[in-house]
Each structure stands twice: as C-alpha cells, then as structure tokens.
T-cell receptor
Framework: NAGVTQTPKFQVLKTGQSMTLQCAQD?????MSWYRQDPGMGLRLIHY???????DQGEVPNGYNVSRSTTEDFPLRLLSAAPSQTSVYFC?????????????FGPGTRLTVT | GNSVTQMEGPVTLSEEAFLTINCTYT??????LFWYVQYPGEGLQLLLK?????DKGSNKGFEATYRKETTSFHLEKGSVQVSDSAVYFC?????????????FGTGTLLAVQP
C-alpha cells in the first residue's frame, strides 16, 4: 500500500513550457485534490474531484487543468508555465467527500519556473 | 466565509517545555477541525482531528479541544521533544455546496532546541 504518490519530486521549467504533475493513490479513495503551498499562505486548493469523470475548480484554478479518468489517477497540467506558478504542489485524497474524513497527502512536487 | 487564523511563528522552545499553538476559525455550518504536521521535506500528515463541539482530539501527546463558544482549536503538548520540530497547520472542512474543501491556516513553525 503506497498511499498517495507524486512524480516528479523536483522540476524546473522555463516560462511558457507545459508539463503534467502526476498523482496516484491506491486506497480506492473517491475524493482527490491538488493544493499549492506558498510561504506565508498555507495551502490553497487548485482543483478537486469527487469521483472518476468529475472535477471542479478550487480557489486558485487559473493556469491549471485536471482530469480524472480513473479512480486512481489525478494529473495536474500546467498549460503555459509562469514564474507565479513556482511553488510546492501537493496531491491529496480521502475516502469520500464528507467533511469529517482526513485527507492523505503525497510527498509533494517542488516546481520552479524561470 | 470560512477561514482559519493561527498564531504566527516561529515558535522556539527548549526540550520538555509546554507548547500551545493558537488556532481560531470562522465557519458557516458545522466544521470538522484538524491539525496537520509537516516535517522537513515531507508532505502533510494528520496529527489529530475533532468533528463536533467539545470533542478532544489527541495523538502522540498532542491534544486539541473543539471549542464552539470561542471558535477555537488550540494545539497543546505538555513536554515537547526535538523530534516535534515541524510546521503545524490548523485546518477546517465544512460540508456544503460542491466544494467541501480543506481550508488551512498559514502554518506555525515549531523549533525545539535540546
């Protein structure tokens, strides 16, 4: 049981490049989400999914796309990287969408955009 | 709207000192409250949670009580260890609408000195 895995661990992009951050979970969780962590701002929700085929925007969705074709995978796509997207990205999952469930976090991807 | 305010750090303590990290919240509805911990270079992991008023969450010597009257969820530990050095995040989740997201405070860095 690997939990939530993320790849890559580190990435450097040039402005305008695109890339996909991978996230997978093996716990059969319905709910998955992406956060970004910036100094002094805590974690902010980018996108989330309550099940395969269902995604929605969080509080900072601009510049990012997601899809959820399977229960296990929830990739995050940066369409045209900008320096403002330099951040640490965390994927998380929980069994169901109810508020009382804890979220399980991946180890993070540190992205630098130059 | 929903929000979390926690005390700013860094908090520097000597080993075996008493720890309090304050957390207050604003929420519509009935939130679940969480404390997450992030050790250096790692993702977040749940430390404890409480899902209704007057509940006490506890884990690894840490405790927090859900106080509805003061809208607070302060984290306490009677005797900290060097291994407790980490960033601590208070968070809330409210089931409602389509979002049901986890809202984080900005985090408090704890440094414990031997």
């Amino acid at each position: 049981n690997a939990g939530v895995t993320q790849t890559p661990k580190f990435q450097v992009l040039k402005t305008g490049q695109s890339m996909t951050l991978q996230c997978a979970q093996d716990m059969n969780h319905e709910y998955m989400s992406w956060y970004r962590q910036d100094p002094g701002m805590g974690l902010r929700l980018i996108h989330y999914s309550v099940g395969a085929g269902i995604t929605d925007q969080g509080e900072v969705p601009n510049g990012y796309n997601v899809s959820r074709s399977t229960t296990e995978d929830f990739p995050l796509r940066l369409l045209s990287a900008a320096p403002s997207q330099t951040s640490v990205y965390f994927c998380a999952s929980k069994p169901r969408r109810e508020a009382s469930y804890e979220q399980y976090f991946g180890p993070g991807t540190r992205l630098t955009v130059t | 709207g929903n929000s979390v305010t926690q005390m700013e750090g860094p908090v520097t303590l000597s080993e075996e000192a008493f720890l309090t990290i304050n957390c207050t919240y604003t929420a519509t509805g009935y939130p679940s409250l969480f404390w997450y911990v992030q050790y250096p270079g790692e993702g977040l992991q749940l430390l404890l949670k409480a899902t209704k008023a007057d509940d006490k969450g506890s884990n690894k010597g840490f405790e927090a009580t859900y106080r509805k009257e003061t809208t607070s969820f302060h984290l306490e530990k009677g005797s900290v260890q060097v291994s407790d050095s980490a960033v601590y995040f208070c968070a809330l989740s409210v089931l409602g609408g389509a979002t049901n997201k986890l809202i984080f405070g900005t985090g408090t860095l704890l440094a414990v000195q031997p």
